[in-house]
């Protein structure tokens, strides 16, 4: 069983800060690339983020130059620091990793259960 569960989402003004945390546990022998999603209500789910297990980033255009992704690999935790927030980055939003649960076998994505982020303008 692999499990990620996502903490920090909340409720924050247009111009405000949040942070959010994407644990990582169960039987786990490498995680590669890890990213943030979000989905907005009636809207598909879109890549906000992804980290690879080296530290190389991918952004979205939107959030380019307000979020920063990070990882600490020994604790097996993504991070996603979202700064100027807009009213269109309400959304739930989603971590997702790409583990491989024991040696020689492929891996598979999993994804955390979401934590609702909405900005008030």
């Known amino acids: 069983q692999v499990q990620l569960v996502e903490s920090g989402g909340g409720l924050v003004q247009a111009g405000g800060s949040l942070s959010l945390s994407c644990v990582v546990s169960g039987s786990i022998f490498s995680i590669n690339a890890m990213g943030w999603y979000r989905q907005a209500p009636g809207k598909q789910r879109d890549l906000v983020a992804t980290i690879s297990s080296r530290g190389s980033t991918n952004y979205a255009d939107s959030v380019k130059g307000r979020f920063t992704i990070a990882r600490d690999n020994a604790k097996k935790t993504a991070y996603l620091q979202m700064n100027s927030l807009k009213s269109e980055d309400t959304a739930v939003y989603y971590c997702?990793?790409?583990?491989?649960?024991?040696?020689?076998?492929?891996?598979?994505?999993?994804w955390g259960q979401g934590t609702q982020v909405t900005v008030s303008s």
């Open positions: 997702s990793a790409n583990v491989v649960r024991a040696v020689r076998e492929r891996s598979f994505d999993y």
